[in-house]
């Protein structure tokens, strides 16, 4: 007697191709929790019906991740220099900054207080800076012209994804559009 196939454990060519497609890997400083909130987001939005709106979806997805990334990637390394310019001004605010190998414990806080989620923290850090008669924006200006040349291949690869981006969707539209075409003159046939 030949087996049936169980309908319950079938697959629709959807989930087949689901198991095909790898899953996006991520970075250890990257959250699949981000991810998955980013992805479903963006699949809900585009509602993939046919197998190849599928895939045109989940490469939407990762060009717009390759792009968070790149982004994130970019801001991090202007915010560690900004921190950095931040616990030099404060050392060099102190008056034996020239005997020290280390950065003064009190300086190295207030950088990470510059740069932390504490308001209270930010203020004080400001103030400091302040009584040193240096800005924020000076200190910014300063980190971003100091990690210019290490932000410019991210800068470029965001330029590069831009374009990628916006020929998927617009591809991704078209084969909507076309899969939902009326058909306006037809004619019932009998039964």
Same mark, same amino acid.
């Given at each position: 007697?030949?087996?049936?196939?169980?309908?319950?454990?079938?697959?629709?060519?959807?989930?087949?191709?689901?198991?095909?497609?790898?899953?996006?890997?991520?970075?250890?400083?990257?959250?699949?929790?981000?991810?998955?909130?980013?992805?479903?987001?963006?699949?809900?939005?585009?509602?993939?019906?046919?197998?190849?709106?599928?895939?045109?979806?989940?490469?939407?997805?990762?060009?717009?991740?390759?792009?968070?990334?790149?982004?994130?990637?970019?801001?991090?390394?202007?915010?560690?220099?900004?921190?950095?310019?931040?616990?030099?001004?404060?050392?060099?605010?102190?008056?034996? !900054?020239?005997?020290?190998?280390?950065?003064?414990?009190?300086?190295?806080?207030?950088?990470?207080?510059?740069?932390?989620?504490?308001?209270?923290?930010?203020?004080?850090?400001? !103030?400091?800076?302040?009584?040193?008669?240096?800005?924020?924006?000076?200190?910014?200006?300063?980190?971003?012209?100091?990690?210019?040349?290490?932000?410019?291949?991210?800068?470029?690869?965001?330029?590069?994804?831009?374009?990628?981006?916006?020929?998927?969707?617009?591809?991704?539209?078209?084969?909507?559009?076309? !899969?939902?075409?009326?058909?306006?003159?037809?004619?019932?046939?009998?039964?």
């Amino acid at each position: 007697m030949a087996s049936e196939a169980n309908p319950n454990t079938a697959h629709t060519p959807q989930q087949k191709l689901h198991e095909l497609i790898p899953p996006q890997k991520l970075f250890p400083d990257e959250d699949p929790v981000v991810f998955q909130g980013l992805r479903s987001a963006l699949l809900q939005d585009l509602v993939p019906v046919s197998a190849y709106e599928r895939v045109l979806a989940e490469n939407l997805v990762s060009l717009e991740w390759e792009s968070l990334r790149c982004r994130n990637r970019r801001d991090a390394l202007i915010w560690a220099e900004y921190r950095t310019q931040a616990i030099n001004a404060f050392q060099d605010g102190l008056f034996y !900054s020239f005997l020290a190998t280390e950065p003064d414990p009190k300086a190295k806080a207030l950088g990470f207080d510059l740069v932390g989620s504490d308001p209270e923290k930010r203020t004080v850090a400001e !103030s400091k800076l302040a009584e040193l008669e240096i800005s924020p924006t000076e200190l910014l200006a300063k980190a971003w012209a100091s990690v210019a040349r290490l932000i410019d291949p991210l800068e470029r690869m965001l330029a590069e994804i831009e374009p990628r981006r916006r020929k998927l969707r617009a591809d991704y539209d078209r084969l909507i559009a076309l !899969s939902v075409l009326p058909i306006n003159d037809f004619d019932v046939l009998p039964a």
